[in-house]
């Protein structure tokens, strides 16, 4: 995959509800950390933490420690999992390395005056979250505006998130990097502005997510599996459904059908990538069949379809001018072939 979507998890997340919060706050909590901790194992993308997470945790006496967890637990009866449980998923969180700031290569920022729309920072009322979440939005805006983007967009992570684009302004006095990308920013009295894209749960990381730029940029099949896989779940969702991120089933992909979409891609811009999403989700789904031809041997209507030992040539229409190639399997799956030009009737076996 040529660059994997990425998130930083803001130390928030990680902050343990206090004993006499409600029910509801104490399990919300551990699902909210079991969630997250599934992208641990997940090997399209990348995590990262502040650098400052576990200071700014302990500073305000808010890190899950067993004990606090033990009480947490106790009050209000979570008995699915132990405290153990979740001290080794923010275990495992807070050492994931590299930091963000290590990887970005942006260590710190001098800035005042920072507002944000929707307010995210006074979602906390402690002074060492508030402190690393302003200076993680901060960089993030930066980077965000000014530099190279990872593949799909990054995301910061919130305990809550109430709108999916943060508006960023703030005066910088002083950014300490070692980036080659970043241009001089405005000097107080002006301000920088910029955004930042937000979420707090699963559902929210994935809507975040560009799925024509994951399909346009893969450098490998796992990338275009990737796109399908975000654009399938959307689809899902969109109908109503709760789809389970493991059970989207992608098609297989063919040795060529990266290379020949690709080549599409970069032909006609950004209006036909999502146009080959869907016309893929329909293969899969079995939707707009009159869209669908048999790839034939030869021009005339009663040429025979073509084979692949016991498996169909198939042709669909993406628009009048594109079409999508692939193989319908004799085991009832498909396998995707090529994106092609209107006058182009060949299929990579």
């Known amino acids: 995959m040529h660059s994997l979507p990425s998130v930083t998890i803001d130390a928030g997340v990680l902050a343990v509800p206090h004993v006499d919060c409600a029910k509801d706050d104490a399990f919300h909590y551990v699902d909210t950390l079991l969630d997250w901790s599934k992208l641990?194992?997940?090997?399209?993308?990348?995590?990262?933490?502040?650098?400052?997470?576990?200071?700014?945790?302990?500073?305000d006496d808010l890190f899950p420690l067993r004990h606090h967890l033990r009480e947490l637990f106790d009050r209000h009866g979570v008995v699915e999992y132990s405290p153990n449980d979740i001290a080794t998923v923010v275990e495992n969180l807070l050492s994931l390395t590299p930091s963000f700031e290590t990887y970005y290569r942006v260590k710190d920022v001098l800035s005042e005056n920072l507002e944000t729309d929707p307010d995210v920072i006074r979602l906390t009322t402690y002074d060492g979250l508030q402190s690393d979440l302003a200076r993680c939005i901060t960089l993030i805006a930066v980077l965000r505006k000014h530099c190279s983007?990872?593949?799909?967009?990054?995301?910061?992570?919130?305990?809550?998130?109430?709108?999916q684009v943060i508006q960023v302004r703030a005066h910088i006095h002083e950014l300490e990097h070692t980036r080659d990308d970043?241009?001089?920013?405005?000097?107080?009295?002006?301000?920088?502005?910029?955004?930042?894209?937000?979420?707090?749960?699963?559902?929210?990381?994935?809507?975040?997510?560009?799925?024509?730029?994951?399909?346009?940029?893969?450098?490998?099949?796992?990338?275009?599996?990737?796109?399908?896989?975000?654009?399938?779940?959307?689809?899902?969702?969109?109908?109503?459904?709760?789809?389970?991120?493991?059970?989207?089933?992608?098609?297989?992909?063919?040795?060529?059908?990266?290379?020949?979409?690709?080549?599409?891609?970069?032909?006609?811009?950004?209006?036909?990538?999502?146009?080959?999403?869907?016309?893929i989700i329909e293969t899969i789904k079995g939707h707009n069949l009159p869209a669908v031809h048999a790839l034939r041997t030869g021009p005339g209507g009663n040429d025979p379809q073509r084979?692949?030992?016991?498996?169909?040539?198939?042709?669909?229409?993406?628009?009048?001018?594109?079409?999508?190639?692939?193989?319908?399997?004799?085991?009832?799956?498909?396998?995707?072939?090529?994106v092609v030009y209107h006058y182009d009737f060949s299929i990579p076996e």
């Open 307 to 338: 084979m692949r030992g016991s498996d169909k040539a198939q042709r669909r229409d993406i628009d009048r001018e594109f079409h999508l190639h692939y193989w319908e399997c004799a085991d009832g799956t498909v396998e995707l072939a090529s």
């Open 40 to 59: 641990l194992g997940e090997p399209w993308v990348a995590i990262y933490m502040s650098e400052r997470a576990s200071e700014a945790l302990i500073d």
């Open 149 to 163: 983007q990872p593949l799909g967009g990054h995301s910061l992570i919130l305990r809550e998130a109430p709108k």
């Open 182 to 279: 970043i241009p001089v920013l405005p000097c107080p009295p002006e301000f920088f502005e910029g955004d930042v894209l937000v979420c707090d749960d699963f559902r929210s990381l994935i809507d975040c997510l560009d799925e024509s730029a994951i399909l346009v940029g893969a450098s490998d099949d796992l990338g275009v599996e990737l796109a399908i896989r975000i654009a399938l779940f959307k689809n899902a969702i969109a109908q109503g459904g709760s789809p389970d991120w493991s059970g989207v089933v992608v098609p297989a992909i063919g040795s060529r059908f990266r290379e020949l979409c690709q080549q599409v891609c970069a032909d006609q811009g950004d209006s036909v990538p999502p146009k080959i999403l869907r016309s």
